[in-house]
């Protein structure tokens, strides 16, 4: 198998503030950033913690994705794992950030909550409190619902 990297790339409109939220929320400047001659963000690169993620302005005219307050809804959700699941939820909804789900102990063994950035992509927000094998994650995800079927 090949060696691979899944890099996010967000879509959004207002890239400059975008660029701003998310330099507040993971305290990191854009490794690069690159604007349009008219001075839309063409290309934004974070590095956070070893992991990349891109975002740009939409861009329609050049074939861009459109974004999710575009679109009025978004089909996919990042998954972020942090130190703090409660503080992260809490700096985010200070900057901005629709809380979805406040954070709650899971069965899975995660502590998660859901949030939706001021542009309209969702986030999972998650801290691992157990390590679980599959086996247990399942037993875990049979005993919870057998008891909300009660």
Known sequence: MPTAEFVPYLSVTGADKAVSFYSRIFDTA????LHM????VMHCEFRVDGARFFLSEELPEHGGTPSPNRLGATSVALHLYVDDCDAMVNLMATHGA???MQPTDMFWGERFARVRDPFGHEWGIA???RE???DEIQESARQ???ETSE
Request: glycine letters at 4%.
């Open 30 to 33: 854009p490794y690069v950033l």
């Open 37 to 40: 001659p008219d001075g839309r």
């Open 98 to 100: 629709e809380v979805l």
């Open 127 to 129: 801290t691992q409190l």
């Open 132 to 134: 679980m094998t599959p």
């Open 144 to 146: 919870m619902f057998s």
